[in-house]
């Protein structure tokens, strides 16, 4: 399976950002894959902001909850996450990836990752 990132850039405080996924590579598996965004920051661990399962059901950390959005395209083998009201602390390289477990208690599903997309907060 491969992971392709897009959609990072530079925003001030109070900005917005769309990310974008495309999974390929999936054998035709991408519509029953619970999926993930993920975010590391200088010096942290990579953690999971947001997840959406295969039936559309989405859950979030309590620091992105209702400002960030995640979505998915069947259609199109992509998920995005519209990021609004960004913050100093939402800068990070973000990455998509399947998730195994509950989203409270996941880990990826694959050990691939993509490159990531660089989001970067500062007036």
């Known amino acids: 399976v491969r992971f392709v990132e897009s959609g990072g850039g530079e925003v001030q405080p109070g900005g917005s950002l769309r990310l974008s996924c495309i999974v390929s590579d999936h054998g035709h598996m991408f519509p029953a894959y619970d999926m993930g965004w993920y975010r590391q920051a200088p010096g942290k661990q990579r953690e999971l902001v947001a997840y959406i399962s295969q039936y559309g059901n989405t859950y979030y950390i309590d620091s992105v909850k209702d400002r960030f959005t995640i979505s998915r395209d069947n259609n199109k083998d992509k998920i995005e996450l519209l990021m609004n009201s960004l913050k100093y602390e939402d800068t990070a390289v973000y990455s998509c990836?399947?998730?195994?477990?509950?989203?409270?208690?996941?880990?990826?599903?694959?050990?691939?990752w993509g490159q990531g997309t660089q989001v970067t907060v500062s007036s």
């Open positions: 990836n399947a998730v195994a477990g509950s989203p409270a208690d996941s880990v990826p599903l694959f050990g691939s």
